[in-house]
């Protein structure tokens, strides 16, 4: 980092930060196979995955974006920083050095974003040191009261706009029968006229106890379910709170997404298994 980044603690940074063209280099560096330069197996294997789990990474199109992938859904240490220190590891300092100044920038941006998420409202109306505020407390959703409690609910609904009538569909079968659950559902409940990812990240992060996550060719394509995703995924790594529930409602011809593979999915396509869905959903919902 530049003298004025050189504080921060690289090891701190999920990798969530890095953006595309960073990973896409990498892959560039380490898919090939060398026969001297260590490549991304020697990297899978330093970050603790099986021979097995190598194995069959070898299959995919890009095995180092699958492997960052994965890793940053199973591990709690996955960080720039570790995943800087495997590269020094495994003797590829060459990659470290290109990819420095790219990795900064993004893990400069990536600060800057939380950072503006954390700021306070211009406009304070009144400051009250006896009570702790958090920015955009208040003033998200459609029920929030003014000075009041926050509207909380059971889950957030990840999903694209294609994908809206399964939503209205979810809507009717865990809000209106016995179950009784309050969802999230963007294009319903939050008020217009904010910061879009400040309050996404609000609302996952401290407003829903759980999220679902609407899978589909289309959800593939979306740049706010891809933020979504991998800020809720950056909240709980290796999915210990079964914070995610991935959802899959139709056939799809894309791949299903790596970083969300190694989660149960609740699956609507199975004839079989149709009648137990939305029980099991529920049920998955409503857990402490």
């Not at 595309?20 to 197996?41: E, F, I, M």
């Not at 800087?84 to 941006?109: A, F, G, T, Y």
């Not at 009250?128 to 955009?136: K, L």
Request: aromatic letters at 10%; charged letters at 30%; hydrophobic letters at 40%.
């Amino acid at each position: 980092m530049d003298g004025s980044d050189c504080k921060v603690d690289l090891f701190s940074v999920p990798l969530v930060a890095l953006n595309v063209s960073v990973r896409k280099k990498l892959g560039l560096y380490l898919n090939p196979k060398h026969t001297v330069a260590a490549d991304w197996t020697a990297v899978a294997e330093t970050m603790g995955f099986s021979y097995l789990e190598i194995k069959n990474y070898e299959s995919s199109r890009n095995p180092t974006k699958t492997v960052l992938d994965d890793w940053a859904a199973r591990s709690s240490d996955a960080s720039v920083g570790k995943l800087l220190s495997i590269l020094e590891e495994v003797e590829r300092r060459d990659i470290v050095e290109d990819l420095q100044p790219m990795i900064d920038d993004d893990v400069r941006k990536y600060l800057e974003n939380q950072k503006r998420s954390a700021e306070p409202p211009l406009q304070v109306p009144e400051v009250d040191s006896c009570v702790p505020r958090t920015p955009e407390r208040s003033g998200i959703t459609v029920d929030d009261v003014p000075g009041g409690a926050p509207e909380l609910f059971d889950a957030f609904i990840c999903y694209c706009q294609s994908d809206f009538d399964f939503v209205h569909e979810m809507i009717r079968e865990l809000e209106q029968t016995e179950y009784k659950l309050k969802l999230c559902v963007f294009d319903r409940d939050v008020l217009p006229g904010s910061c879009v990812w400040t309050i996404t990240s609000e609302l996952i992060e401290k407003r829903c106890k759980r999220m679902v996550v609407v899978i589909s060719d289309e959800y593939l394509d979306s740049d706010a379910c891809d933020f979504q995703t991998k800020f809720a995924l950056s909240l709980c790594p290796g999915a210990r709170s079964k914070r995610l529930i991935p959802v899959v409602y139709k056939s799809m011809k894309k791949p299903f997404p790596s970083i969300l593979r190694f989660l149960t999915v609740c699956d609507y396509t199975r004839p079989c298994t149709q009648a137990w869905f939305w029980g099991r959903l529920a049920k998955a919902l409503s857990l402490p």
